[in-house]
């Protein structure tokens, strides 16, 4: 069965500090992997996915993933965050030989980043 | 705007009274999904569209549930004799492609609190 697991309920950071939010999946193929964001009041938006090819795979607002196939893990990275990036941070992950198209959450880390 | 809506975007409801929801996506994608999410947790896949036929439904899905996309288009989602239990808000995501590694694009979602 597909899982993911985001560790941190909450990441703090000062702002300009680099940041990393967790994730780890558990899939008995390969993975389609995936980042999303939540803003108060808005829908999940899109920050980047991992298919295939390089492990590091780079995405809006100037975020990047590193995609670790031995650790299986997919922790999302910045190297120097920003007020407006404090939100809620979603991994996902699809199973690509399950034959299922669905796609399993992380329960999110919520990211606060200091002034 | 071009993106995936939702309406009604709240809905407060008396235990037991049925309620719809609907989910107008992206024009031109064919494939559409439907989640739950409740506070603290991640979307929860409940079932899945592509095209019209609907693919696949969550085993968490009770027979309570039913959702329809007649002609490939909008999408409604239904729940007869509300419970509390079905207190959450409610998330219509749409994407282009079968393939499954295109990123979805989510509406602001339906939140529905049942008294």
């Known amino acids: 069965a597909q899982s993911v697991a985001q560790p941190e309920d909450q990441v703090n950071v000062a702002e300009g500090n680099p940041l990393t939010v967790k994730c780890t999946y558990s899939?008995?193929?390969?993975?389609?992997l995936f980042w999303y964001v939540q803003y108060p009041n808005r829908g999940l938006q899109f920050l980047l996915k991992y298919i295939t090819g390089d492990n590091l795979v780079k995405g809006s607002y100037g975020f990047e993933a590193e995609f670790n196939k031995s650790q299986t893990s997919f922790h999302l990275k910045k190297p120097s965050a920003l007020v407006s990036d404090s939100a809620l941070y979603f991994c996902?992950?699809?199973?690509?030989?399950?034959?299922?198209?669905?796609?399993?959450f992380g329960t999110g880390t919520r990211l606060k980043v200091l002034a | 705007d071009t993106g995936v809506s939702q309406d009604p975007r709240h809905k407060i409801t008396k235990r037991g009274q049925n309620v719809t929801f609907r989910c107008d996506p992206i024009s031109e994608h064919n494939r559409l999904y439907w989640y739950r999410q409740t506070l603290g947790q991640g979307p929860e896949f409940l079932t899945y569209f592509q095209n019209e036929a609907q693919l696949e439904k969550s085993r968490l899905l009770s027979d309570r549930f039913s959702a329809e996309r007649p002609k490939g288009s909008f999408s409604t989602l239904e729940i007869q004799r509300t419970e509390q239990g079905d207190s959450a808000m409610y998330l219509c995501?749409?994407?282009?492609?079968?393939?499954?590694?295109?990123?979805?694009?989510f509406g602001p979602g339906t939140r529905l609190t049942v008294l």
């Open positions: 996902a992950v699809r199973d690509t030989t399950s034959g299922t198209y669905k796609y399993i």
């Open positions: 899939v008995s193929g390969n993975p389609y």
């Open positions: 995501a749409s994407t282009l492609g079968t393939s499954g590694y295109n990123e979805q694009f």
